[in-house]
T-cell receptor, first 116, second 109 residues
Framework: GAVVSQHPSWVICKSGTSVKIECRSLDFQATTMFWYRQFPKQSLMLMATSNEGSKATYEQGVEKDKFLINHASLTLSTLTVTSAHPEDSSFYIC????????????FGPGTRLTVL | GQNIDQPTEMTATEGAIVQINCTYQTSGFNGLFWYQQHAGEAPTFLSYNVLDGLEEKGRFSSFLSRSKGYSYLLLKELQMKDSASYLCAASDSNYQLIWGAGTKLIIKP
C-alpha cells in the first residue's frame, strides 16, 4: 500500500516551453502533497506543500508564478514548470502524506526534466 | 535556525557494520526519519523514531536521543546493494521535514 506515481518519468523540452508533471497517490487519499527538486549530488529541496482544494505554500525563493501547483483532488497534484529554462533542469520528486502514521511521506519515482 | 548535519560520505567493507550519524536542530520535534536513495531514484523509507532508544528492523537499526538532538542509522552485514545515499530528516513542530544533505555510503568488496 501507499504507492505514489509520477508522470512522465523523464522529459526533454525546449527552452521557453511549459512542462506539466503529475503526481498521483494510487491506493490512498493524500491530505498533503509535497514537491521537491534535487540537483545532482545534492539533497532534496522542498519547493512547496499543497493541500487538496487550497493554494500551495511555497518555500522561500521558489517562484510561485513559475512553478504552478494544482492539487485538484485527494489523489492528484500537478506541477507545471512555465517557460522552462536550462537552469530548471533537475530531478523533480513528489511525495504524499495521508495524515496518518506520523505523517510519513511516500515518494513518487521522480521526473527528470532536461531543458535544452 | 533549523539544521541537520550528517557526514558527506562514508566507505565500508562488504559484510561489515557501519554507523551513520545525524545531529539536528529544529523548531519543535515530531520525529526523525531515515531514507535510502539510490542514484537517480526517489528516496525510500527506512525508519522513524520519535522516542529515545533503538529501533531494530532486520539488518538496519535506528537510534534516537532527543536530549542530544542525535540519531544514527546502523547497517549490519553490509551488502553491495546497500551502496546509496542515506538521508536524515527531522520533523518539526509543523510536521515539515527538514532534510540533511545525505550521506553517500560506498561499499567495497
Amino acid at each position: 500500500g501507499a504507492v505514489v506515481s509520477q508522470h512522465p518519468s523523464w522529459v526533454i523540452c525546449k527552452s521557453g516551453t511549459s512542462v506539466k508533471i503529475e503526481c498521483r497517490s494510487l491506493d490512498f487519499q493524500a491530505t498533503t502533497m509535497f514537491w521537491y527538486r534535487q540537483f545532482p549530488k545534492q539533497s532534496l529541496m522542498l519547493m512547496a506543500t499543497s493541500n487538496e482544494g487550497s493554494k500551495a505554500t511555497y518555500e522561500q525563493g521558489v517562484e510561485k508564478d513559475k512553478f504552478l501547483i494544482n492539487h485538484a483532488s485527494l489523489t492528484l497534484s500537478t506541477l507545471t514548470v512555465t517557460s522552462a529554462h536550462p537552469e530548471d533542469s533537475s530531478f523533480y520528486i513528489c511525495s504524499a502524506s495521508r495524515g496518518l502514521d506520523y505523517n510519513e511521506q511516500f515518494f513518487g519515482p521522480g521526473t527528470r526534466l532536461t531543458v535544452l | 535556525g533549523q539544521n541537520i548535519d550528517q557526514p558527506t560520505e562514508m566507505t565500508a567493507t562488504e559484510g561489515a557494520i557501519v554507523q551513520i550519524n545525524c545531529t539536528y536542530q529544529t523548531s519543535g520535534f515530531n520525529g526523525l526519519f531515515w531514507y535510502q536513495q539510490h542514484a537517480g531514484e526517489a528516496p525510500t523509507f527506512l525508519s522513524y523514531n520519535v522516542l529515545d532508544g533503538l529501533e531494530e528492523k532486520g539488518r538496519f537499526s535506528s537510534f534516537l536521543s532527543r536530549s542530544k538532538g542525535y540519531s544514527y542509522l546502523l547497517l549490519k552485514e553490509l551488502q553491495m546493494k546497500d551502496s546509496a545515499s542515506y538521508l536524515c530528516a527531522a520533523s518539526d513542530s509543523n510536521y515539515q521535514l527538514i532534510w540533511g544533505a545525505g550521506t553517500k555510503l560506498i561499499i567495497k568488496p
